[in-house]
């Protein structure tokens, strides 16, 4: 090793202790840092606390994957309830790596119930034109880790009978879609497994 390398060596070690040491004041646990475990400590204003409609999906939240029999993988994202409302992202990737097709799914407290509402989206996040409209789907009942929806006449959803959300176990998530009778349309599950 030459003078050059070893007075890197030593300058390129100071610079790291100082950038690890100006970083360990960050695990304070004050709001608007990181704990210990890394995650941000926020103290939230109260219209972002969740509605009490809202507590009986919190078994949704996080992130879920599932494998297709095609080899196709699914993601399907859900955010914590803020204010009235819950998010979700629905991915699918083809097995080319590229994405097949997205949906925003959204989840609202309201004052005529409880509403999911899903946009489809193609791959490079076009709107379809046959897929316009928003689903809209009403709560038909939740809690105990399930929650079911019903299709609405708007957003041409009607012929939804039920989208069921629900846990098999703690790692296992199954959403179970069916249509009305006599449709087009056939039912199908997805199994999703917590990442």
């Known amino acids: 090793m030459t003078n050059a390398h070893a007075s ?3 300058v390129s070690v100071a610079a790291m202790s100082l950038i690890v040491t100006a970083f360990s004041g960050c695990a304070t646990g ?3 840092t990181t704990g210990g475990s890394g995650a941000a400590v926020i103290a939230l204003p109260d219209h972002a606390k969740p509605a009490p409609e809202l507590a009986a999906f919190a078994f949704l939240t996080g992130s879920w994957v599932s494998v297709n029999p095609n080899k196709t993988v699914n993601d399907e994202v859900w955010t ?3 204010g009235n409302s819950m998010a979700a992202l629905f991915r699918q990737v083809r097995r080319d790596g590229k994405p097949a097709l997205h949906e925003v799914s959204l989840i609202t407290a309201e004052e005529s119930g409880v509403f999911l509402r899903v946009r489809h989206l193609h791959a490079a996040l076009e709107v379809p034109e046959k897929q316009a409209d928003i689903k809209t789907y009403k709560l038909v009942s939740a809690g105990s880790d399930r929650c079911e929806f019903t299709g609405t006449v708007e957003g041409g959803s009607a012929d939804v009978a039920s989208v069921v959300y629900r846990l098999d ?3 296992t ?3 179970d879609v069916t249509y009305a009778p006599g449709g087009k349309e056939k039912g199908y599950t997805l199994r999703y497994s917590k990442e």
């Open 8 to 10: 890197m060596s030593v």
């Open 30 to 32: 004050k709001p608007g």
């Open 80 to 82: 914590p309830a803020r």
């Open 169 to 171: 176990g703690p790692n």
């Open 173 to 175: 998530l199954i959403m």
